[in-house]
């Protein structure tokens, strides 16, 4: 077994031990790269379907390519689609810097998407090298009724043994994508030839890196492609995959804010 | 440029110590050292020290969150990639406060390789040893010691010897020959990604020569194989059977026992999505496989070669490391995770804790928060397993209390020997043996162990009962619930771990009874079936549990002696069948309703069947 198949391995055996522990159980499903890796393995654990919605919480300022490549897969890939929209920007934290406020509004419409479904467990494509406070998540994270992260509190996880109390209102963040780096994540695709929204290739010099919302995610210049170019190009860059993402430039804890309120 | 190059996974390598011996700024130093870090990153750690008035501080690279910074400690582990030349490692920062011990382990657990970071100037800590302990017990072999802040030392070889020594000595209590011990200066860079001018005496590698020493992981698939069944799916009408192969390979036609049950099952398939049709699979892979005939495993089954099986044991020797804020005793019960398996268990001895100031083991009853020992944990079902062996995944077992939060990790030794447990009341070189005694009192004897709500009628039937048996010249005594409250367990209240320790107490003096050849009839609540589990483990071989079956509405109509009315009130609280569980006994040897009957009727049905239970047979040989 080479590298890729090890983490292929690890994230199916915990796929299953979501699919058999937590119900009920959906899947994020953010229409980029990771999530979309994510779905893919969610089809290899359970023999070529998804057994549980996927759920996309719509802030309703995504490129129009995403939103045509999500209704072409939920027909292609047969998936259950939840669709969730976030609160305006005015019900948002005021002290947040504007970025991370625009990012709030998802944590918000996540929220209510989790209370609206009681789900018990939500699987989320995050990873840790993508930020600092990511690489101190855990495979099984449980979030009580706030859904607040409680970083000074986490269970202990060794193993492969993972938390899963069952207590009213607590719900499990489930990470199957958390030892991947992002450069496992391309080489992945390319083996497997899983589909992605054009953004993520050159156009003109430049191309999307990590794609959030609009006003809040710029591209980088790259003349990579197709996905063999975006790899070689990644063995190559010393840039940081996020630093397209304004949210998490804007002061040191601007980040580990919006996860500790219950961001992704 | 072709990208289809294969590699190897990435090698997971641990840094501990104590806290503030340099772990941190190690890792800052290494990555930034080997050209690990992205652009940016090392201005962004500038800026953060320089708010906080401090000069450049490594640690901020992975003491990521807000309070690791402002109070200059981690908090929990980070993991994070890093490459060495074409090889994949993952660093791993634990925590060295005592108090984040479970998010050390959680780093710790599955590394190849650990760092144990040692201050050459201080020496070894506390939490260098506790560290140390737990490398031992989670299995970790290969160790680099990597003596930090030399320059305190001002490079000084005779020094820097002789702090060496102090650390080779307590490593070699536990077992732990260090493959190397390397002088370095963390912040300085002495010795870390390149060789330090200031040490010419050292002529050992660096620490990155030698973690491009340390072994990839050893292959596990050719070892006898497990395949602990994850769950099980009915796709399309076809049944297929999921888990991950932990050691050895799984080949289409292979004939496998299943868990326990001991049926046996052909592979008939290896499913498969989007992958190239399989007709084996290796230690590693999560397969999906179908069996002919198409019997129905449970998670938790393990799959294993007829003539490869695994321990089989409902009493297992456990070491023991300890997470939960309160100590643990003996009785506790607790749910063994071992790979996709869980069981029931309960402690029957603590065998010896460990003394962290000297790393000695000694008698205790308790094991302390964060300590160590080495239990005895006896199961209410055989389990199989196989006995912890490093650098493979058996005998991880891990332990669970009722809110499902892990309490302690348990590295299973093996069986437990039945009779240690119990040499102190029954000497090896008593010469009368069971069977004289026996003969002399013309019956057996045995423990009858009456269960039942409060009121069910269990004291007033051991009575009647006792008295009939009396009458038969069987040399009889009764073990009343509240007789035992108000003498021997009088120290005992009500909670759950008090509650099995009292029952513990009376199995534990039935069982002295017994073997003297008596019979014993217990009538005591005794509500939790993991205690009765328990109680059976104690006594052993002469051990029959007596179901007295009374619904509750009968009981709180009867209530003898108030209680009912008590607990009703919310004068006493705890009180079974009101606000504290009773778990019915799912296979009695003995169902005795008491709603219908007269008291004379029940006592006569138990006297019938003790006295069968105990008779002599005929054919009875005597036993040597
Ligand atoms: N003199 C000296 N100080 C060091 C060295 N390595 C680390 N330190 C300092 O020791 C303190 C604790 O370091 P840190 O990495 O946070 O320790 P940790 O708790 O083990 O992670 C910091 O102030 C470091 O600057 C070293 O090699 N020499
Ligand atoms: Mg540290």
Redesign the pocket.
């Known amino acids: 077994m080479d590298d890729l198949d090890q983490l292929e391995a690890q994230s199916i055996y915990i796929l299953r031990e979501a699919y058999r522990k937590l119900k009920p159980l959906a899947m994020l499903w953010s229409l980029g790269k990771d999530s979309n890796v994510m779905v893919w393995l969610a089809r290899k654990a359970f023999l070529g379907r998804v057994p549980f919605p996927v759920m996309h919480v719509d802030t309703g300022k995504k490129f129009p390519e995403m939103y045509r490549f999500r209704d072409e897969y939920t027909r292609k890939w047969e998936l259950e689609l939840l669709l969730g929209d976030c609160p305006p920007v005015e019900e948002i934290d005021p002290t947040l810097p504007p970025a991370a406020r625009s990012a709030a509004r998802k944590t918000a419409g996540l929220a209510a998407m989790i209370e609206k479904y009681k789900l018990e467990g939500v699987i989320a494509g995050i990873r840790r090298d993508e930020q600092a406070t990511r690489a101190k998540e855990r495979v099984f994270s449980p979030r009580g009724s706030s859904h607040k992260w409680d970083v000074r509190n986490q269970p202990p996880e060794f193993w492969d043994q993972y938390a899963t109390p069952h207590e009213e209102g607590v719900h499990i963040r489930v990470h199957p994508l958390l030892s991947w780096r992002e450069i496992d994540i391309w080489r992945y695709i390319e083996r497997e030839g899983i589909p992605l929204v054009d953004l993520y290739f050159s156009k003109n010099g430049k191309r999307y890196r990590s794609l959030g919302d609009q006003d809040i995610t710029s591209p980088i210049e790259s003349d990579a492609a197709t996905v063999a170019e975006v790899i070689a190009e990644l063995q190559t860059t010393r840039t940081s995959e996020r630093a397209g993402r304004a949210m998490d430039h804007e002061s040191e804890d601007a980040f580990e804010r919006l996860r500790v309120a219950g961001y992704l | 440029m072709s990208n289809d190059f294969r590699q190897d996974a990435a090698t997971p390598i641990v840094?501990v110590?104590?806290?503030?011996?340099?772990?941190?700024?190690?890792?800052?130093?290494l990555l930034h050292d080997t050209d690990n870090l992205p652009e940016g990153r090392v201005a962004q750690i500038i800026e953060s020290s320089r708010k906080r008035g401090?000069?450049v501080?490594?640690?901020f690279l992975?003491?990521s969150l807000q309070i690791e910074r402002d109070q200059?400690?981690?908090v929990d582990s980070t993991r994070i990639p890093f490459l060495l030349g074409n090889r994949q490692f993952v660093i791993v920062?634990a925590?060295?406060?005592r108090q984040f011990l479970r998010n050390m382990i959680t780093g710790a657990a599955d590394a190849e390789a650990a760092v144990l970071?040692i201050?050459a100037?201080e020496g070894a800590q506390e939490q260098t040893r506790r560290h140390a302990m737990l490398l031992r017990l989670i299995g970790i072999r290969h160790v680099i010691v990597l003596m930090?802040?030399?320059?305190?030392l001002e490079y000084d070889e005779q020094k820097i010897a002789a702090s060496e020594q102090a650390v080779a000595a307590l490593l070699k209590q536990l077992d732990i020959e260090p493959s190397l011990f390397i002088p370095?200066?963390?912040?300085?860079g002495?010795n870390i990604a390149s060789r330090s001018p200031k040490m010419e005496w050292y002529k050992g590698p660096t620490l990155t020569e030698a973690l491009a020493l340390v072994p990839s992981p050893a292959g596990r698939a050719d070892l006898p194989l497990r395949l602990p069944v994850q769950d099980v799916y009915r796709f399309d009408a076809k049944r297929v059977v999921a888990g991950r192969i932990e050691r050895g390979r799984v080949n289409v036609g292979d004939t496998l026992v299943i868990g326990t049950h001991g049926t046996t099952a052909r592979v008939a398939s290896i499913e498969g999505w989007h992958a190239a049709p399989q007709i084996s699979a290796v230690a590693g892979q999560s397969v999906a496989i179908t069996l002919e005939p198409d019997v129905i495993p449970d998670r938790g089954d393990l799959l294993h070669r007829p003539e490869e099986a695994p321990i089989r044991t409902a009493r297992i020797r456990s070491r023991l490391f300890w997470l939960r804020q309160e100590p643990l005793r003996v009785g506790e019960s607790f749910r063994l995770r071992l790979a996709t398996a869980e069981h029931q268990v309960t402690v029957a001895s603590i065998d010896s804790v460990v003394r962290l100031d000297d790393l000695t083991e000694h008698a205790s009853d308790h094991v302390p928060p964060e300590g160590f020992a080495e239990i005895t944990l006896a199961a209410s079902e055989s389990i199989l397993f196989d006995a912890f062996t490093p650098g493979t995944t058996d005998g991880r077992g891990v332990l669970v209390d009722r809110h499902q939060r892990i309490v302690g990790g348990a590295p299973l030794i093996g069986p437990a020997d039945i009779a240690s447990g119990t040499r102190a009341i029954h000497p090896t070189d008593s010469t009368v043996s069971l069977w004289d005694r026996a003969q002399a009192r013309g019956h057996r004897g045995g423990v009858f162990w009456m269960t039942g709500l409060p009121g069910a009628g269990k004291s007033t039937i051991a009575r009647a009962a006792e008295s009939r048996l009396f009458g038969q010249k069987i040399d009889v005594s009764v073990l009343d619930g509240d007789t035992l409250r108000a003498g021997l367990c009088a120290d005992l209240g009500f909670s759950e771990a008090d509650r099995t320790e009292n029952v513990r107490r009376a199995a534990a003096v039935a069982r002295i009874l017994a073997e003297t050849g008596q019979v014993v009839l217990v009538a005591l609540i005794s509500p939790r079936a993991a205690d009765r589990d328990l109680a059976r483990q104690v006594v052993g071989e002469g051990f029959h549990e007596v179901f007295v079956d009374a619904d509750q509405a009968t009981c709180e109509a009867r209530d003898p002696k108030g209680l009912y009315q008590a607990a009703r009130a919310g004068r006493i609280t705890g009180f079974t069948g009101i606000d504290a569980p009773y778990d019915v006994p799912a296979t009695p040897d003995l169902h005795l309703p008491t709603g219908a009957g007269s008291v004379a009727e029940v006592a006569e049905r138990l006297a019938t069947y003790v006295a069968d239970s105990v008779a002599l047979a005929e054919s009875t040989r005597r036993r040597s």
């Open positions: 840094i110590g104590h806290v503030d011996h340099g772990k941190s700024t190690l890792i800052g130093r401090l000069k501080e490594w640690s992975l003491d200059g400690v981690t920062d925590p060295g406060h970071v201050d100037a930090n802040k030399v320059d305190l370095a200066s963390a912040r300085e002495d």
